[in-house]
């Protein structure tokens, strides 16, 4: 599901789920006409079975997204305050090192921004090579100063970690692609099922089917949304980094 582009997520999810219910009531209706009716009970029975089934693995890939979608939201505004934190401390370490630092990090703030898009790529050097450059300072610092930079040291060594984190989350942390197509096989399968039973039922075709179609497919592409940050309309707000970057910026030094 998520190799397909998002716009193309709803049709098809929508379309598949059409030719499911629209192929059980034909079968149904097909069984009927030889003359080998079922009862509507028990397969009315399955059928609930199977929509619950259904409705289960739905409420666990929504929450699973919704986990992810804290997880970058938590990491992001981690990795903001890190950045914030280490600027103020570099004030308590010696020139030409405390310039240079809070010159990287002002830079890495601009990088992180043009990672999730909010800025358009200005040059600023990758998120990594500026981490490394930020090391280099840091461990010239502590060299001269054992023990007295401490503190400093170790807000370095938070933004490093977050860094990671914050990658992890925001490209790392997936639904697994086989849970897609489970989702998919009993998607099909409930729906097939449902179809089916209208067809055993002698109903005629209920707009009801093509409400319950929507309604999956708007639920499928809002779980998929989600699972894509920076591509659709649902994404962690960058503010929090923003707010930095202003910041930094009207601090001038």
Known sequence: MLELPLWAVFPLTLLLILLAVEGGYRWAKSKSVQ????????????????????????????????????????????????????????????????????????????????????????????GQVLLQQLWTHADAVGARNPGGVDVFLASVSRVNELYFERTMAREGNRIPPLFWVVLAMVAVLAMAAMGYHGGVAGTARSPVMLAVAITFAAVIILIADIERPGEGWVNVSQQPMIDVRDWITAAGR
């Open 35 to 126: 003359n080998r009716k079922e009862k509507e009970a028990p397969v009315g029975a399955m059928v609930a079975a199977t929509l619950g089934l259904l409705s289960f693995l739905l409420a666990f890939s929504f929450g699973l997204s919704v986990d992810h979608f804290n997880a970058r939201r938590v990491a992001l505004l981690n990795e903001a305050n890190a950045i914030r934190t280490t600027y103020l401390l570099a004030g308590a370490i010696e020139e030409p090192h405390r310039t240079e630092v809070r010159k990287i990090l002002r830079s890495y703030v601009h990088e992180r921004l043009e990672w999730t898009g909010v800025e358009k790529p200005g040059g600023a050097p990758p």
